[in-house]
């Protein structure tokens, strides 16, 4: 007998149907380096709207401008759909052949925007167009939180990870959104991290999710939410923020290195700079 859903497990359902108006999946399908999947976020900013990402979603080792946008091309993007998120309640994922769900592929003619030191792209695209109508921007002014998070907040990330494609029942193999929802923890010792790991650009969490079977391959480029709520009851209540894009994963320790929203906001605004003078 399946046990009916916790009043907090359904407001919890229902902040992350939210948050996902704003996610965009991303499948590539490489003839060198094979099928990879990531994730991106719309944003909005000065009148603009942006998809943003992790870099290296579009670039590999040793590959130029021209190579990210290549490959930026080759993207299809797979925004939500229009209806409620579908949550599966079993983590026992086969393991079936990758199939790219339908998508629509960007023009990045526009303008590309790129921080290779923190591994951050951004491409303007025209609401109206490729994007449908029923998703929307997160306005970073708004919705972007540069503060110090507090110790015991939530922290939500909804990717769309590679472990988590799952084989219908009609054949085909198609991906579903999974979240990891998290307590942050300040005092998570950095020993072992790469030198690159500086604690003003980045925020460090636990990922939960590897037990179950669900690896963080897919998780790059997806926005942080975060909110300093007492639990999942209340979680619905507040206004959520954006506080990093995940980036990172340190499999010997579980750990996401995320970096801060801070520097997604400082490169937007660097275009918006360059456009009034």
Sequence with gaps: MVSEPKVGEI??????????????????DSLNFGPSVGTGFLVG???????????????????????????????????????????????????????????????????????????????????????????????????????????????????????????????PTVFYPHTDHVRFDPNISPVGLPHSYDPKDHILYRYSNELEGIGPKGYSGAPVWSNNSGGPESIWSVQPAIVGIALEYYKKRQLIQAVRIKHLLDLLQSELISDQQ
């Excluded at 407001?11 to 590539?28: E, G, K, P, T």
């Excluded at 339908?102 to 491409?123: E, N, Q, Y």
């Design 11 to 28: 407001m919890f359902r229902l902040f992350v149907d939210r948050i996902s108006y704003s996610m965009v999946f991303l499948l590539h």
């Design 45 to 171: 900013l000065g009148g603009h709207t942006y998809i943003a990402s992790a870099l290296h979603n579009f670039a590999f080792q040793g590959e130029g401008p021209i190579d990210v946008l290549r490959t930026w091309n080759e993207t299809k993007f797979k925004f939500r759909d229009k209806g409620p998120l579908q949550f599966r309640e079993s983590l026992d994922i086969p393991e079936e052949e990758f199939v790219l769900l339908p998508g629509v592929t960007l023009s990045a003619d526009s303008s590309m925007l790129i921080d290779k030191k923190r591994d951050l792209i951004a491409v303007r695209v025209e609401p109206g167009g490729v994007i449908p109508r029923h998703v929307y921007p997160v306005e970073l002014k708004e919705g972007g939180y540069t503060g110090e998070i507090e110790s015991g907040a939530s922290l939500i990330t909804v990717g769309m990870p590679f472990a988590g494609r799952v084989k219908l029942r009609s054949g």
